[in-house]
């Protein structure tokens, strides 16, 4: 007797392998048998037309706070996700000095736009050095398997005090301080050591991520210590402007190290054709022996514009400004009011923030969103596009689209990922083998981006939906985003169906499956805002051997550990 069958269901196993009809039989944690007819089970879920496939696992998420207090990290477990992979991009919460609590709050709201208030009233500080960090996590219950990486930012903080802070260059002791740290986190259990080094990651008081400016002595200086422990990715999000030297320090950190790095690559409009020339250096590199994994993303980057974000086209007119405290159904009786449209569309305004100022003028890269959600809009499609054709401005379009829906319509603004308005260069990546799927940044960016529907995504538009370009098959993206991304982090137990692996399991109605719009919800500490976005179609997901969500709804379930280090697959 099993203690659960998942019965009848279209097996994608993640590995790639053309998909086939079966049972799967858990017992325990791990999965015992897949394919053919399992025996009886003390508890059965029919799948039959479902298709069943690994849980997600999700390398680029920012819940390095949320983590200690929501045991269920929506929205990615909405989404499938059964194991998240946290502090990215050089910024988390630890280690982190008693004096130093309100400084990572900063650095973080600055960085990720996660409100500093939420994290302030949820964080409870029970830790100081990396390794206590990790043993809070430990201590908690929670829905899914979460794993820590070392942020450079905190650590620099850590060691350097001010000087890190404000981004001055380290000397050889420093360097060695910072090394002897994360020797310790990664030896605790940390899954990498990150950096940020774009100058659009900025903490709130506007100075770059500490580690910013790192030079590969620094780099160098600090990775070494995943090649002596012989564990560990280093992730990092760069500008890569200009890209060889970066590149060049990146695969000696790998050659030297044998360790992955794994770096942001996304298409700018500033020079759209970089992406194909970093995945084509990752791929060299990979002839001299170094693992660069260029992660990619399975949409755009966008911003989700509205009058409850942290931004939108009028929040710089000051007759806007003078109404912008109000609560939002008083704020819309306000913005319907003749007089105070004229007088928004009328004021012309001198942008002192260079994000606003982009996006009052980025009409042509402007989308109403729509229900289902098109992230692939044609040009036609723009709010510009849409002015030509009633021979009015971009900008009555966009207001009155942003009354929509009570004032809870949201436009998109594909900031990354977009420069020829359509997938086609989405797709390559995705079919890029040196590549690795992630970027969906769950818990990030709560005021303007929600792109943690990213792993549901790849089934609803890439396999199923889209109509502009071809598809991709159901079994490719599985595997991107279950065995590959596994893999890249050490994660051998994980990421497929096979017997041994833990039970982490998706059960999808494939043809229900459905992204609804984002939302704003006021549900982080504090009454914090965030934006969020929900599924439909996830008929249940299996997280060690547990039902944790049934028809998208929690079971109460809470079988999710901290993970500590890479993870041996199951002998065979
Ligand atoms: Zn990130």
């Known amino acids: ?77 909405w989404h499938g996700v059964t194991t998240v992979v946290m502090g990215n991009c050089g910024v988390g919460f630890a280690p982190a000095k008693p004096d130093k609590h309100d400084w990572l709050i900063g650095l973080m709201e600055g960085v990720e736009d996660i409100p500093g208030t939420a994290l302030a009233e949820g964080i409870t500080w029970e830790w100081e050095s990396f390794p206590e960090y990790l043993d809070a996590l430990e201590n908690m219950p929670r829905a899914l398997d979460v794993a820590a990486q070392v942020p450079h930012g905190a650590v620099r903080a850590y060691v350097m005090g001010e000087r890190g802070a404000r981004n001055e260059a380290p000397t050889a002791e420093d360097i060695a301080g910072m090394a002897a740290i994360v020797r310790d986190g990664i030896a605790a259990g940390a899954l990498g050591f990150t950096t940020s080094r774009t100058l659009l990651h900025r903490a709130i008081d506007g100075e770059p991520v500490p580690g910013t400016f790192a030079t590969p002595d620094e780099m160098l200086g600090i990775g070494r210590v995943l090649g002596e422990l012989g564990r560990g990715v280093h992730e990092l999000a760069s500008d890569l402007m200009p890209e060889d030297p970066e590149l060049a320090w990146m695969e000696q950190l790998s050659r030297e190290t044998g360790r992955p790095v794994t770096f942001a690559c996304l298409q700018n409009d500033i020079d759209p054709a970089q992406w194909r020339r970093l995945l084509d250096a990752a791929a060299r590199a990979a002839t001299r022996g170094a693992r660069l994994a260029p992660q990619i993303a399975a949409r755009p980057t966008s911003l989700l514009i509205g009058l409850q974000s942290s931004i939108h086209p009028f929040s710089g007119h000051a007759a806007y400004q003078a109404i912008a405290h109000l609560p939002l159904a008083e704020r819309v009786a306000r913005l319907r009011d003749p007089e105070v449209r004229h007088a928004i569309l009328e004021e012309r305004v001198q942008h002192s923030n260079p994000i606003v100022a982009f996006i009052s003028s980025a009409f042509h890269k402007l989308f109403p969103l729509g229900d289902p959600p098109d992230y692939e809009p044609a040009p036609e499609k723009s709010v ?25 319509e949201l436009l998109y603004l594909p900031l990354l990922n977009y420069s020829g308005f359509d997938f086609e260069p989405i797709r390559e990546m995705l079919l890029h083998p040196q590549a690795v799927v992630g970027l969906a940044d ?85 009454e914090g805002r965030r934006l969020v976005q929900r599924a439909r179609g996830y008929q249940a997901t299996v997280k060690r051997g547990q039902v944790i969500f049934e028809d998208g709804r929690p079971t109460g379930a809470l079988p999710g550990r901290l993970v500590r280090g890479p993870q041996a697959a199951p002998a065979s």
Not at 10 to 21: K, Q, R, S
Not at 396 to 407: H, K, P, S, T, V
Not at 497 to 526: S, T
């Open 442 to 526: 769950g818990g990030a960016h709560c005021g303007v981006i929600c792109d943690a529907s990213m792993p549901t995504f790849l089934l609803t538009h890439w396999v199923r939906d889209r109509r502009r370009g071809e598809r991709l098959p159901l079994e490719h993206v599985v595997a991107r985003q279950t065995r590959e991304t596994a893999r890249l982090y050490g994660l051998d137990d994980r990421g497929t169906l096979a017997p041994g692996m833990l039970a982490d399991v998706n059960v999808i109605d494939l043809d229900g499956l459905a992204i609804v719009p984002p939302e704003m919800i006021f549900d982080l500490p504090a």
């Open 384 to 408: 510009a596009a849409m002015a030509q054709r009633a021979g009015t401005t971009p900008e009555e379009i966009a207001y009155d689209l942003l009354l929509q829906r009570d004032g809870r």
């Open 1 to 77: 007797m099993h203690d659960l069958v998942i019965r009848g269901g279209l097996l994608v196993d993640g590995t790639g392998a053309p998909p086939v009809e079966g049972d799967v039989a858990i017992d325990g944690e791990h999965i015992t048998t897949v394919g053919g007819t399992a025996g009886p089970a003390r508890r059965e879920i029919d799948a039959r037309g479902r298709v069943v496939a690994p849980g997600w696992v999700d390398i680029h998420t920012h819940y390095d706070g949320q983590v200690t207090w929501d045991p269920y990290l929506t929205p990615s477990s």
